[in-house]
């Protein structure tokens, strides 16, 4: 079910995001944030820190990956201003970092460059576009000129409409008692 795009609802919806996860979670992803504003690169305590803020259970992927390979593929993301090359070159499936597939990478890209790429996860893109994520180039391009659009046009923070959509199909997912992997 898509969220309709409304001031109110972005308001409503990321307010309940926050009592749900409270200023813990919103105090990590400025920490997040900070360090990657004054070091333009991932170390391997970095990378464990954000694969375990976006999902736990892949934590264990940042040892598999060297140290110095972890800080020259994240600088040369972080620099290149081609689009395409700065995200797949962060793709594990694509000789980038083991462990970091197209949610991860989003999210890197989101506390290195928080004003300007939206993290891909499956309730955002399915609250804003009523589909499953398709983990290519174009659709996450799409989908973060969307966010960007959404963020621009109603003068909230790409951060606060990602939340609003997320905490919608939590709620609706919750509601309904779907199983949220499989539906």
């Not at 109110?8 to 504003?37: C, F």
């Not at 170390?43 to 990956?65: F, G, V």
């Not at 980038?96 to 597939?101: I, W």
Request: hydrophobic share 30%.
């Amino acid at each position: 079910m898509k969220l309709d795009i409304t001031k109110d609802n972005i308001i409503y919806w990321s307010q309940k995001y926050d009592e749900r996860y409270g200023l813990k979670n919103k105090d990590r992803e400025e920490e997040i944030k900070n360090i990657l504003i004054r070091q333009r690169y991932l170390t391997q305590e970095n990378l464990r820190d954000i694969m375990y803020w976006k999902s736990p259970r892949i934590i264990h992927y940042a040892d598999d990956n060297d140290p110095s390979m972890i800080k020259r593929i994240t600088q040369f993301s972080f620099e290149t201003e081609n689009e395409r090359r700065r995200i797949e070159s962060l793709l594990g499936q694509k000789g980038g970092l083991r462990g970091v597939g197209w949610p991860v990478a989003s999210t890197i890209l989101h506390f290195a460059f928080p004003d300007k790429y939206p993290i891909m996860d499956f309730r955002v893109m399915r609250s804003l576009l009523g589909i499953k994520p398709v983990y290519k180039f174009e659709p996450w391009e799409s989908y973060c000129e969307k966010v960007r659009h959404i963020s621009k046009t109603l003068g909230f923070p790409i951060r606060k409409v990602e939340k609003a959509l997320w905490e919608f199909d939590k709620e609706q997912n919750l509601r309904s008692n779907k199983c949220e992997c499989c539906d």
